[in-house]
């Protein structure tokens, strides 16, 4: 089986209102906002899972074991490129902003939202937005950190 190579196949949106994040509908994706162009290249951070570990050794062990303990996000947070004139997005995610980040990966970016695609969605509150320090060579660009706020549907199919 051929690799799928990441440029180009990813798709990130925001939607302000999911019923079940288990099964999003294409209609609450499309209200939302696609963000995939304005997020830069290492802009999408935080969004893997992290396994905690815990140590189910005994006293009479003479091998440490571990089983698996709580699942965890850390944080979780875009950077993205300011826009000129009205920019919808910026104006969208201020502090205390909530909704649900959705992201698709192996797909043409450009593929619409379809029944039956694997999503992740990811329950979110926005912090306080941060300009990042300037660059030569770059675009205007600030983080939203998005902290997870309910357990995510990291295996979820669009409805």
Request: aromatic share 8%.
């Amino acid at each position: 089986m051929p690799d799928i190579f990441v440029d180009g196949m990813i798709r990130v949106g925001y939607a302000a209102a999911i019923a079940n994040i288990q099964a999003p509908t294409t209609t609450e994706l499309n209200a939302g906002l696609l963000l995939t162009s304005l997020i830069t290249a290492d802009g999408l951070i935080g969004f893997t899972a992290d396994t905690a570990k815990v140590d189910n050794s005994s006293l009479a062990d003479t091998f440490d074991t571990v089983g698996i303990g709580r699942v965890s996000y850390n944080d979780t947070r875009l950077r993205l490129k300011k826009q000129s004139g009205t920019d919808t997005v910026y104006a969208t995610f201020i502090r205390g902003t909530t909704g649900f980040i959705v992201i698709r990966r192996g797909i043409l970016t450009g593929t619409a939202w379809l029944s039956t695609q694997a999503v992740e969605v990811y329950p979110i509150v926005c912090g306080e937005r941060s300009w990042l320090a300037f660059e030569k060579n770059t675009t205007l660009r600030y983080e939203v950190p998005m902290p997870i706020t309910s357990a995510p549907a990291a295996s979820a199919a669009i409805a």
